[in-house]
């Protein structure tokens, strides 16, 4: 698969737990496939997507616009949080058995495909003793052809020590990027052979290089609550000071903060989260501009004072 994927949270569309946005707002879905499309066109194979993004709103649109392309493309989705398709709510948390089957037969349902390529447990902290009963179970899966491979979305180190080493664990997902990140957990991806699939690689956006101290969000955008302009907010400052690094070469923001990744651990597959043709375009650029350099990753290390 390609070594950039394409995110599709935001793809999603509202969603709300508790009264408080976990989507990314209102959404296009003509745009959404027309994004799609341009990161087939510019060599991106890798679709991550999760059955609670848009309360399974983001699985249809990724069915849809990968329709009579499903051969080229790896395709990666999520299960173990609950959720209402009528009001776009997360309800809760189910890792039961049973359940795992349920949402795997949904999934592929509204896929439209007849097997995954890598299903993810999305619940990061889930008891660990009992997280043996659902690896069993996506075990039973593989066997049977409904996924060919799974993976754990979790930053913990244990957790991934615990499912990366069997056979037909493929990935374990975590939050990276070039400001932070568990370089314990990655460690593991690298002893095991196993991909570490990286959400938020540009740091939910800031890693664009388009916000600054007024950037304000809408009210169902899960970063209504950031106050980019709070005395104590240092990130906006780090990107700055990144900027002349990470833009060499010709590179945008967005594709210098991509090219660490890729440099930073041959493990790493980003998956920048993309609802524009012109997110996919810029995103996908950075597949030609390649890696940074080892002077590029120092001088990133030493604009951070690391």
């Not at 002893?191 to 290089?209: D, F, Q, W």
Request: charged share 25%.
């Amino acid at each position: 698969m390609s070594a950039i994927g394409f995110g599709a949270w935001a793809i999603g569309g509202p969603l709300s737990r508790d009264g408080s946005p976990i989507g990314w707002g209102v959404v296009d879905d003509d745009e959404s496939v027309a994004a799609i499309h341009a990161a087939l066109d510019e060599g991106v194979t890798f679709f991550d997507t999760a059955d609670v993004y848009g309360a399974g709103h983001s699985e249809r649109v990724v069915a849809r616009a990968l329709s009579g392309r499903r051969d080229e493309v790896v395709i990666a989705t999520k299960f173990g949080v609950l959720f209402d398709e009528e009001t776009r709510e997360s309800t809760g948390r189910d890792a039961d058995p049973a359940y795992v089957r349920q949402a795997c037969e949904a999934s592929l349902r509204r896929l439209e495909t007849d097997r995954i390529d890598l299903l993810q447990f999305h619940i990061g902290d889930y008891d660990l003793a009992k997280a043996e009963d659902v690896r069993a179970t996506l075990e039973d899966l593989v066997a049977e052809g409904k996924i060919r491979s799974y993976g754990w979305s979790t930053d913990d180190t244990d957790r991934a020590e615990a499912w990366a080493p069997h056979e037909h664990c493929s990935a374990i997902q975590q939050a990276f990027n070039v400001l932070n990140g568990n370089a314990d957990t990655l460690a593991v991806c690298e002893k095991y052979g196993v991909a570490s699939v990286v959400r938020g690689p540009l740091a939910m956006g800031l890693l664009s290089g388009k916000m600054n101290q007024d950037t304000t969000f809408a009210a169902d955008d899960i970063r209504s609550g950031w106050n980019l302009s709070g005395s104590d907010d240092e990130r906006l400052a780090k990107v700055e000071r990144l900027r002349d690094v990470l833009t060499v070469d010709g590179r945008t923001l967005a594709q210098g903060a991509l090219a660490w990744l890729l440099a930073r651990s041959p493990a790493f597959v980003p998956i920048p989260g993309i609802r524009t043709v012109a997110q996919a375009k810029e995103n996908a650029g950075a597949l030609q501009h390649g890696p940074l350099s080892e002077q590029q990753l120092a001088d990133v290390e030493a604009a951070l004072g690391r």
